[in-house]
């Protein structure tokens, strides 16, 4: 391919301590934690809308913060983002959850998932009222964000980051920041400054937001999923077609492409009068595109397992009783020191990846990683001279739970 040599006067705009690349679940959590402590944050995000993938690409599924056993295991900003979720809007959260702290009895715990009473800390919630909900929590703490604008690449001193190129109808502007978190989804940041990262394959998979006319008593109820194409596992996958890993615009032209033909295929017999889509994806629902290669690597063989550096304790959202706790050199590549990962493209395999991308573990590693950058700023560190047991303390003290003690493993299992 040819190439040609772009030359650009860029204006700088006002430093920050912390910049956070991405409004999904991950960038949200982390800009809230950085900002609680103590640092100056901006906020970018490409769409003009927050939440990511929750939101706009139409999850509105909290996978559970609970271990199937009626243990609570994830708390903070997962807990307060779940809350969040459905604070405007309808949810489908089961009874023994509704109040928060509330001692649980444990004859009520259900083996279903979706169980009214006894089912797991979880929730469907309308991605709308979430998004408007996301924007008054910024608000309230503070944040500068800054929306519509994509961030073009981070700027690199060596392996130091000096802060982020971004382009929207302002033209190209840059940010300095002492430190950046990239919230992406995809590493777009971390791979632009030369990190190490693995492409993911995804299954060819479409859902979009149905409303069916028939009467229906609860408003949770009026949305449903419509799903076309594969399950996570890939079950449904078209023979004819390739996993593809989202990385060129060809990829995801053609992914977008053809699964709104898909639905628009599987729904053009319908009765029209009896239904109709409320709602498209607004962005690509690839589950991994990219994810760091880091110090540390969570996975599936990490189940159960205790790390002395963890900065979260996480469930499973599949296999109860399953827990992980994600060492902190998941969130950043040592050569990269003053950029961090949060969110589904944290470095991890296998199952132990399946574990960190659903939305409360990311809302875990954003809470982290915003918390990390926070006193990386404070002390001029990088990651790797971050001390460790700081990072924990500060952690612990915004209620996150680090470690599955022995003391409550025992009261779990018989
Ligand atoms: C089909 C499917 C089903 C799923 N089902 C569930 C489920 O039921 N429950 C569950 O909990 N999880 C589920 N997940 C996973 C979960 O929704 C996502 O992994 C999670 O929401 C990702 O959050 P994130 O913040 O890491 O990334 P994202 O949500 O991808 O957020 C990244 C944000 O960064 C922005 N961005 C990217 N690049 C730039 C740039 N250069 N400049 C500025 N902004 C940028 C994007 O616009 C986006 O808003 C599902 C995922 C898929 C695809």
């Known amino acids: 391919m040819q190439s040609i040599i772009e030359t650009l006067s860029v204006p700088v705009r006002e430093g920050v301590d912390v910049i956070v690349v991405g409004g999904g679940i991950a960038g949200v959590a982390a800009a809230v934690a950085a900002r609680r402590n103590g ?22 599924w909290y996978e559970p913060l609970c271990d199937g056993k009626g243990e609570q295991l994830m708390f903070g900003l997962p807990e307060e983002l779940l809350r969040l979720a459905i604070r405007y809007g309808d949810d489908s959260l089961p009874s023994i959850w509704k109040k928060q702290k509330a001692q649980i009895d444990k004859r009520l715990v259900s083996k279903q998932i979706n169980d009214p009473i006894g089912g797991r800390y979880a929730t469907l919630f309308s991605p709308t009222m979430f998004q408007l909900a996301l924007d008054e929590l910024l608000e309230r703490e503070q944040i500068q964000i800054r929306l519509d604008i994509l961030a073009v690449r981070p700027m690199m001193d060596k392996l130091r980051c000096t802060g982020v190129c971004c382009e929207s109808i302002s033209g190209r502007e840059f940010y300095p ?40 008593p609860r408003a949770i109820k009026l949305r449903r999923w419509d799903s076309c194409g594969s399950d996570l596992s890939g079950n449904g996958h078209p023979a004819n077609k390739p996993t593809v890993a989202g990385t060129t615009n060809e990829e995801v032209t053609a992914f977008l492409l053809d699964g709104r033909k898909a639905l628009l295929d599987k729904l053009r017999n319908d009765d029209r009068t009896q ?19 880091g110090a540390a690597t969570l996975r599936e063989s990490d189940c159960c397992v205790r790390h002395e550096d963890s900065i ?4 499973d959202f599949e296999r109860p009783g399953d827990w ?43 809470e982290a990683a915003g918390t990390a950058a926070a006193l990386m700023a404070q002390h001029d560190v990088s990651a790797c001279e971050l001390c460790v047991n700081e990072l924990k303390q500060k952690l612990t003290e915004q209620g996150v739970r680090l470690h599955f003690a022995k003391k409550e493993r025992e009261r779990i299992l018989p």
């Not at 992406?184 to 998979?205: H, I």
């Not at 979260?312 to 469930?315: E, F, G, I, K, S």
């Not at 992980?324 to 493209?345: H, Q, S, T, V």
């Open 177 to 216: 920041a002492k430190v950046v978190v990239d919230a992406t989804g995809d590493a777009d940041m971390l791979y632009r400054a030369g990190a190490p990262c693995e492409e993911g394959r995804n299954y060819f998979s479409m859902v979009a937001h149905l409303n069916d006319t028939s009467a229906k």
């Open 275 to 293: 239904r109709d889509v409320v709602s498209l994806p607004s962005m690509p629902q690839f589950r991994t595109i990219r994810h760091l290669c």
């Open 39 to 60: 640092a100056s944050v901006l906020l970018l995000e490409k769409q003009a809308l927050l939440g990511g993938l929750a939101t706009g690409g139409l999850i509105s």
């Open 312 to 315: 979260a304790l996480v469930c």
């Open 324 to 366: 992980y706790e994600i060492p902190w050199g998941c969130l950043f590549n040592d050569k990269f020191g003053n950029m961090l990962a949060a969110g589904r493209m944290v470095s991890a395999q296998d199952w132990g990846w399946e574990v960190t991308r659903v939305i409360p573990v990311c809302a875990a590693t954003g």
